[in-house]
C-alpha cells in the first residue's frame, strides 16, 4: 500500500485517551476526486438549504459498502461504496439521504445518545481543533473507531423513524436538484442484493441505515408522486466515470481493474485505471507510456499532469516529476494538493538551490488547505533545511493537532513560541495551538 499512502496523502487518523483500543480507518485525499464529489453533492446541498462550503466529504479507505454523517455536516463515503455506484444519480441518491440526516438533524441527537462511544466524539473534537487553527470552513476532521468495528455501527445506526424521514427529505432534495429519484431505489435494491449475498457477518451499510419493507415501500410512493428529472449532465457523467476508474485503479488488483478496463478498451478513464494499476505494479514503463497518452488526449487536463509527477516522483525521478507538478500548478495554481506535491518534488531533488523554492509551494499549499499532515511534515523539513527552526516546530506542531497527538503538539508549540519573533503570525499561530491544546485537555477529562 505504500503507493496508495504517499499517492493520496491519508490522513491519519487521530484518537484520545488510550490508543491501543482505537482502530483507525484511513481517510483518501485526491483533488482530482474531491473536485468530482463537490461537483456532484453541490446541487443536492443547495437543494437542501446547505452552502456547499459548510459541508465536508470524507473518503474512506474501506472496501465496506457504507456512508454515514458524523460530528456534525460530514458526510462519509466507502470506496467500497464509490466503486460500486454506477450512475451519477446513484452517487446523488446516497448523498441526498446522508443530508436528510443532516437537515433533520438526526446527528446531534444520535451523539448525545453515544455514551461509551467515544470514537465519534473525536471526529468533532479533532474537526473543531483544525479549524480553530485553521479558520477554514473545509478544514479536515478524523475519525477514530473503536476496537469493535460492529459496536461502532451500532452507535451510528439510525433509528427507523430517522431512516424515513432521511428517504423523504433526499428524494425531495434530488427532484428539486433535477435528478432523478428512482435512482434511490435503484441503489437500495443494489445494497439488498449485496446483503443477501453475503454469507459471513453484516452489511455495513443496513447496519448503519436499516433497510425494511416499509421502507421500501415508502420511497416507492414518493418516487411515484416525483417528476423523473433530467438527464445527467455529460460533464458528470464524465467525472464520475474517471473518479470510478481512478479509485479502482489504486484500490483494486491488477487483475481485476484489467479485467474491468480491458487493454482494448481505449476510453480516457480505462486508459486512467491502467495507468494507476500499472504503476502500482510497479511497471513504471507501461504506466508512464498510458498517463503520457493521457496527457496527448487532455494536455490542459491538471490531473493528468499531477498523476504524472506522482508516477515520477514515486518511481525516483524527482528531478522530471518537478516539471511534471510545476505544468500542472501552471493549470491549477490554487490546489493546495497539487502545489503540495510540487514541494516534495522539489525537496526530493535534494538541490539546496530549490529548497525555497519547495518551502514557497508547501507554504502556498497550507495556506489553502491547514490539514494535509503530508505537507505540513514537508513544509517542517523543508523549514529545517533552511535554517528556520521556529517555522519548522510550528508546522510540526500543527501535524501533531491534526493527528490528535496533542501532548507533541504542545511541545512543539512551546519551541516555536520560544525561537519565533514574539507577535509575529507564525507565534501567534504557536499561541492558537497552544490554547487549542488546553481546551482539549479540559474537556477530554
Ligand atoms: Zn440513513
Same mark, same amino acid.
Given at each position: 500500500?505504500?503507493?496508495?499512502?504517499?499517492?493520496?496523502?491519508?490522513?491519519?487518523? /487521530?484518537?484520545?485517551?488510550?490508543?491501543?483500543?482505537?482502530?483507525?480507518?484511513?481517510?483518501?485525499?485526491?483533488?482530482?476526486?474531491?473536485?468530482?464529489?463537490?461537483?456532484? /453533492?453541490?446541487?443536492?446541498?443547495?437543494?437542501?438549504?446547505?452552502?456547499?462550503?459548510?459541508?465536508?466529504?470524507?473518503?474512506?479507505?474501506?472496501?465496506?459498502?457504507?456512508?454515514?454523517?458524523?460530528?456534525?455536516?460530514?458526510?462519509?463515503?466507502?470506496?467500497?461504496? =464509490?466503486?460500486?455506484?454506477?450512475?451519477?444519480?446513484?452517487?446523488?441518491?446516497?448523498?441526498?439521504?446522508?443530508?436528510?440526516?443532516?437537515?433533520?438533524?438526526?446527528?446531534?441527537?444520535?451523539?448525545?445518545?453515544?455514551?461509551?462511544?467515544?470514537?465519534?466524539?473525536?471526529?468533532?473534537?479533532?474537526?473543531?481543533? !483544525?479549524?480553530?487553527?485553521?479558520?477554514?470552513?473545509?478544514?479536515?476532521?478524523?475519525?477514530?473507531?473503536?476496537?469493535?468495528?460492529?459496536?461502532?455501527?451500532?452507535?451510528?445506526?439510525?433509528?427507523?423513524?430517522?431512516?424515513?424521514?432521511?428517504?423523504?427529505?433526499?428524494?425531495? @432534495?434530488?427532484?428539486?436538484?433535477?435528478?432523478?429519484?428512482?435512482?434511490?431505489?435503484?441503489?437500495?435494491?443494489?445494497?439488498?442484493?449485496?446483503?443477501?449475498?453475503?454469507? !459471513?457477518?453484516?452489511?455495513?451499510?443496513?447496519?448503519?441505515?436499516?433497510?425494511?419493507?416499509?421502507?421500501?415501500?415508502?420511497?416507492?410512493?414518493?418516487?411515484?408522486?416525483?417528476?423523473?428529472?433530467?438527464?445527467?449532465?455529460?460533464?458528470?457523467?464524465?467525472?464520475?466515470?474517471?473518479? !470510478?476508474?481512478?479509485?479502482?485503479?489504486?484500490?483494486?488488483?491488477?487483475?481485476?481493474?484489467?479485467?474491468? @478496463?480491458?487493454?482494448?478498451?481505449?476510453?480516457?478513464?480505462?486508459?486512467?485505471?491502467?495507468?494507476?494499476?500499472?504503476?502500482?505494479?510497479?511497471?513504471?514503463? #507501461?504506466? *508512464?507510456?498510458?498517463?503520457?497518452?493521457?496527457?496527448?488526449?487532455?494536455?490542459?487536463?491538471?490531473?493528468?499532469?499531477?498523476? #504524472?509527477?506522482?508516477?515520477? =516522483?514515486?518511481?525516483?525521478?524527482?528531478?522530471?516529476?518537478?516539471?511534471?507538478?510545476?505544468?500542472?500548478?501552471?493549470?491549477?495554481?490554487?490546489?493546495?494538493?497539487? *502545489?503540495?506535491?510540487?514541494?516534495?518534488?522539489?525537496?526530493?531533488?535534494?538541490?539546496?538551490?530549490?529548497?525555497?523554492?519547495?518551502?514557497?509551494?508547501?507554504?502556498?499549499?497550507?495556506?489553502?488547505? #491547514?490539514?494535509?499532515?503530508?505537507?505540513?511534515?514537508?513544509?517542517?523539513?523543508?523549514?529545517?533545511?533552511?535554517?528556520?527552526?521556529?517555522?519548522?516546530?510550528?508546522?510540526?506542531?500543527?501535524?501533531?493537532?491534526?493527528?490528535?497527538?496533542?501532548?507533541?503538539?504542545?511541545?512543539?508549540?512551546?519551541? /516555536?513560541?520560544?525561537?519565533?519573533?514574539?507577535?509575529?503570525?507564525?507565534?501567534?499561530?504557536?499561541?492558537?495551538?497552544?490554547?487549542?491544546?488546553?481546551?482539549?485537555?479540559?474537556?477530554?477529562?
Amino acid at each position: 500500500m505504500r503507493y496508495l499512502l504517499t499517492a493520496f496523502a491519508a490522513v491519519v487518523l /487521530a484518537a484520545l485517551g488510550s490508543v491501543s483500543q482505537v482502530a483507525a480507518f484511513g481517510l483518501i485525499r485526491d483533488t482530482e476526486i474531491e473536485a468530482t464529489l463537490d461537483r456532484i /453533492a453541490n446541487p443536492i446541498f443547495r437543494a437542501a438549504g446547505l452552502h456547499p462550503a459548510t459541508v465536508n466529504i470524507y473518503i474512506v479507505n474501506s472496501s465496506d459498502i457504507n456512508a454515514f454523517v458524523a460530528g456534525g455536516q460530514n458526510i462519509f463515503l466507502f470506496t467500497g461504496l =464509490l466503486t460500486r455506484l454506477q450512475t451519477v444519480d446513484q452517487l446523488r441518491a446516497v448523498i441526498s439521504h446522508e443530508v436528510g440526516h443532516i437537515t433533520g438533524g438526526h446527528i446531534t441527537r444520535r451523539n448525545d445518545a453515544l455514551g461509551g462511544a467515544r470514537g465519534i466524539a473525536i471526529v468533532g473534537m479533532v474537526g473543531a481543533a !483544525v479549524a480553530a487553527i485553521g479558520g477554514s470552513p473545509e478544514a479536515g476532521a478524523a475519525i477514530a473507531f473503536g476496537s469493535s468495528a460492529a459496536a461502532q455501527r451500532n452507535a451510528l445506526a439510525h433509528s427507523r423513524a430517522e431512516e424515513a424521514s432521511a428517504d423523504q427529505s433526499g428524494l425531495r @432534495y434530488i427532484a428539486a436538484a433535477g435528478g432523478n429519484p428512482a435512482a434511490m431505489l435503484e441503489v437500495l435494491r443494489m445494497l439488498r442484493g449485496q446483503d443477501m449475498q453475503r454469507t !459471513v457477518g453484516v452489511d455495513p451499510y443496513a447496519q448503519t441505515h436499516p433497510l425494511s419493507t416499509e421502507r421500501m415501500a415508502l420511497i416507492e410512493d414518493k418516487v411515484a408522486s416525483l417528476p423523473s428529472g433530467r438527464p445527467v449532465d455529460a460533464e458528470d457523467t464524465y467525472w464520475h466515470a474517471r473518479m !470510478v476508474a481512478k479509485l479502482t485503479g489504486f484500490l483494486a488488483r491488477t487483475r481485476s481493474v484489467v479485467q474491468k @478496463y480491458p487493454p482494448d478498451d481505449q476510453s480516457e478513464p480505462a486508459i486512467l485505471a491502467r495507468a494507476v494499476a500499472y504503476h502500482r505494479q510497479p511497471d513504471p514503463q #507501461k504506466s *508512464l507510456a498510458l498517463v503520457n497518452h493521457l496527457i496527448e488526449l487532455k494536455p490542459d487536463d491538471p490531473y493528468y499532469h499531477e498523476l #504524472k509527477g506522482q508516477f515520477l =516522483l514515486e518511481s525516483g525521478d524527482a528531478v522530471h516529476a518537478v516539471a511534471s507538478y510545476q505544468k500542472a500548478v501552471d493549470l491549477a495554481p490554487f490546489e493546495p494538493q497539487i *502545489l503540495g506535491g510540487l514541494g516534495r518534488a522539489l525537496l526530493n531533488t535534494n538541490d539546496p538551490a530549490l529548497t525555497e523554492k519547495a518551502r514557497e509551494a508547501l507554504a502556498g499549499s497550507t495556506r489553502y488547505d #491547514k490539514a494535509n499532515t503530508g505537507v505540513l511534515r514537508d513544509l517542517a523539513l523543508a523549514e529545517a533545511r533552511l535554517g528556520n527552526d521556529g517555522a519548522a516546530a510550528l508546522a510540526t506542531a500543527e501535524r501533531f493537532v491534526i493527528e490528535g497527538q496533542f501532548s507533541d503538539a504542545q511541545r512543539n508549540a512551546q519551541r /516555536a513560541s520560544i525561537l519565533l519573533p514574539r507577535g509575529s503570525p507564525g507565534w501567534q499561530r504557536a499561541q492558537d495551538v497552544l490554547a487549542m491544546v488546553r481546551r482539549t485537555q479540559g474537556s477530554s477529562r
